[in-house]
């Protein structure tokens, strides 16, 4: 198989991991362009015992190339995305770009790789805190179907990208050498030793476009518009890993031992739930796995079909690069990709 590979903003956190995965996963490429803006260029990245140099991202950066990961901010999408559609590309999108475009396939394969089918070019990755939310509740879906959930998100830094771990880091050693006021550039207010209620923009109706992206998203992937959602996403001083407080109300009663039982089954999930000896996942826990992980399952004294959960997962893993690189070895094992129809 011939397969030449290119990642947009190949130099933040996301591609960073994007070309770790490919690497880890021995994923199918006979060429691997790193692209990203020109303050980048000049540096270079090990793949496969190989020094890869990083290019600039141009209009015709995708010349030959059979598919992109794509993970440079939406911006860089909108504008650039098109330019590897027509070159033949065929484009796997991270950002928040595409996702919601009715002909464009959102997906996280252990759900609804089968949207695959329908692809015209290009492919939305959701938003980390959605994509390992749906990885967890979807078998309950699809088992006793979804009614509504409340979600609080605690979510690490590592997702606004590599200059926010650097804030984080930066902060903290400055508070612990005594210093009082830090330099806040990235976040609004400090989040070394804080926590804040915001994810990305405030809209209209009060909630930020994180939580809605949970919303719209967590339906277009169960394909299921009726199921009620509300989120508060919050930032918490943590480098990798998203942990997620989920209240799942269901039509059909199911209980916390046949949730056990269904999750011990489930693609991609891990239940590690056994409170009496604090066994409970947490995003240290999930720092550099692949699996997503579930504990705390318990019914909700509030509720006859409610379920209580936690899920975590490594954000720019499952919630990124990982997730982008099972779309497209999907698409390799369903012939999907142009290059090897
Ligand atoms: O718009 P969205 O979708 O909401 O996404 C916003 C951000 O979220 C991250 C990603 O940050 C994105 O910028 N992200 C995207 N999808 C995600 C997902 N699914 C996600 N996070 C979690 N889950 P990031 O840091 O991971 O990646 C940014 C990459 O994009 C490249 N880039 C930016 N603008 C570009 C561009 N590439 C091409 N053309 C453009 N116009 C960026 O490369 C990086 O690879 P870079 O070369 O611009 O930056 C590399 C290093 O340079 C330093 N730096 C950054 N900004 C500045 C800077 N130095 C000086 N001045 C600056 N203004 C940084 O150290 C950076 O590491
Ligand atoms: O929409 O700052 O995929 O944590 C995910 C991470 C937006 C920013 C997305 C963050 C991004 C978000």
Same mark, same amino acid.
């Given at each position: 198989?011939?397969?030449?590979?290119?990642?947009?903003?190949?130099?933040?956190?996301?591609?960073?991991?994007?070309?770790?995965?490919?690497?880890?996963?021995?994923?199918?490429?006979?060429?691997?362009?790193?692209?990203?803006?020109?303050?980048?260029?000049?540096?270079?990245?090990?793949?496969?015992?190989?020094?890869?140099?990083?290019?600039?991202?141009?209009?015709?950066?995708?010349?030959?190339?059979?598919?992109?990961?794509?993970?440079?901010?939406?911006?860089?999408?909108?504008?650039?995305?098109?330019?590897?559609?027509?070159?033949?590309?065929?484009?796997?999108?991270?950002?928040?770009?595409?996702?919601?475009?009715? /002909?464009?396939?959102?997906?996280?394969?252990?759900?609804?790789?089968?949207?695959?089918?329908?692809?015209?070019?290009?492919?939305?990755?959701?938003?980390?805190?959605?994509?390992?939310?749906?990885?967890?509740?979807?078998?309950?879906?699809?088992?006793?179907?979804?009614?509504?959930?409340?979600?609080?998100?605690?979510?690490?830094?590592?997702?606004?990208?590599?200059?926010?771990?650097?804030?984080?880091?930066?902060?903290?050693?400055?508070?612990?050498?005594?210093?009082?006021?830090?330099?806040?550039?990235?976040?609004?207010?400090?989040?070394?030793?804080?926590?804040?209620?915001?994810?990305?923009?405030?809209?209209?109706?009060?909630?930020?476009?994180?939580?809605?992206?949970?919303?719209?998203?967590?339906?277009?992937?169960?394909?299921?518009?009726?199921?009620?959602?509300?989120?508060?996403?919050?930032?918490?001083?943590?480098?990798?890993?998203?942990?997620?407080?989920?209240?799942?109300?269901?039509?059909?009663?199911?209980?916390?031992?046949?949730?056990?039982?269904?999750?011990?089954?489930?693609?991609?999930?891990?239940?590690?739930?056994?409170?009496?000896?604090? /066994?409970?996942?947490?995003?240290?826990?999930?720092?550099?796995?692949?699996?997503?992980?579930?504990?705390?399952?318990?019914?909700?004294?509030?509720?006859?079909?409610?379920?209580?959960?936690?899920?975590?997962?490594?954000?720019?893993?499952?919630?990124?690069?990982?997730?982008?690189?099972?779309?497209?070895?999907?698409?390799?094992?369903?012939?999907?990709?142009?290059?090897?129809?």
């Amino acid at each position: 198989m011939q397969l030449n590979v290119a990642i947009m903003g190949a130099t933040g956190a996301v591609g960073q991991e994007m070309l770790r995965t490919l690497e880890m996963r021995h994923f199918p490429c006979t060429s691997l362009r790193l692209l990203a803006s020109e303050r980048s260029v000049g540096k270079k990245f090990p793949f496969r015992g190989r020094l890869i140099p990083v290019e600039k991202l141009t209009p015709e950066s995708f010349k030959g190339v059979d598919l992109v990961l794509a993970s440079a901010g939406a911006s860089v999408s909108r504008e650039f995305v098109p330019h590897a559609v027509k070159a033949g590309a065929v484009v796997v999108d991270n950002t928040s770009a595409f996702r919601m475009e009715p /002909d464009i396939p959102l997906v996280v394969p252990e759900v609804n790789a089968h949207a695959l089918e329908k692809h015209k070019g290009i492919i939305a990755n959701p938003n980390c805190s959605t994509a390992q939310m749906v990885v967890a509740i979807g078998p309950i879906h699809r088992a006793v179907g979804i009614k509504r959930l409340v979600i609080a998100t605690y979510q690490s830094v590592s997702g606004t990208g590599q200059k926010a771990i650097d804030e984080c880091l930066r902060q903290t050693r400055e508070l612990l050498e005594g210093k009082r006021d830090v330099e806040c550039k990235v976040y609004p207010h400090r989040i070394a030793f804080n926590v804040l209620p915001h994810i990305d923009v405030f809209l209209e109706n009060g909630y930020t476009k994180e939580e809605m992206k949970m919303v719209n998203e967590t339906r277009k992937i169960l394909e299921d518009d009726s199921i009620a959602i509300t989120a508060t996403t919050v930032r918490v001083p943590v480098l990798r890993g998203h942990s997620e407080a989920v209240n799942v109300e269901t039509h059909r009663k199911i209980t916390a031992a046949e949730v056990r039982e269904l999750l011990s089954k489930a693609p991609g999930v891990v239940v590690v739930d056994d409170p009496k000896n604090y /066994d409970y996942p947490t995003p240290i826990y999930s720092e550099g796995r692949d699996e997503t992980y579930v504990g705390r399952i318990r019914e909700d004294i509030s509720n006859p079909n409610g379920i209580e959960m936690w899920i975590v997962s490594d954000n720019l893993r499952k919630g990124a690069a990982l997730n982008a690189v099972q779309i497209a070895e999907e698409l390799i094992a369903r012939k999907l990709l142009r290059a090897v129809q």
